[in-house]
């Protein structure tokens, strides 16, 4: 099994960052890709940004330029930096990891933009 802890969510600002942490553990083993989805309320869960275990990305057109995402191998860990944050970017933040036909999620981070 493995198990998804993310950490980093809260309040901010428009224009304000925040940076997102999943850490992996448990049976880590071989090759795998991460990411990041969110759910806003009413909203069906969508890609943020995904990272595959060779480093390669993808953005949501939404947070091209605006967001990175970035993992540390030795530490299993996987980083969501989120700059120039919007009102529209307030969600829930799960952390997902795909192995071979397994899929695993977090349990969530509260991302609330507003003033």
């Known amino acids: 099994q493995v198990q998804l802890v993310e950490s980093g969510g809260g309040l901010v600002q428009p224009g304000g960052s925040l940076r997102l942490s999943c850490a992996a553990s448990g049976s880590i083993f071989g090759i795998y890709a991460m990411g990041w989805f969110r759910q806003a309320p009413g909203k069906q869960r969508e890609l943020v940004a995904g990272i595959t275990s060779g480093g390669g990305t993808n953005y949501a057109d939404s947070v091209k330029g605006r967001f990175t995402i970035s993992r540390d191998n030795a530490k299993n860990t996987v980083y969501l930096q989120m700059n120039s944050l919007k009102p529209e970017d307030t969600a829930v933040y799960y952390c997902?990891?795909?192995?071979?036909?397994?899929?695993?999620w977090g349990q969530g981070t509260q991302v609330t933009v507003s003033s």
């Open positions: 997902n990891l795909v192995r071979s036909t397994s899929s695993y």
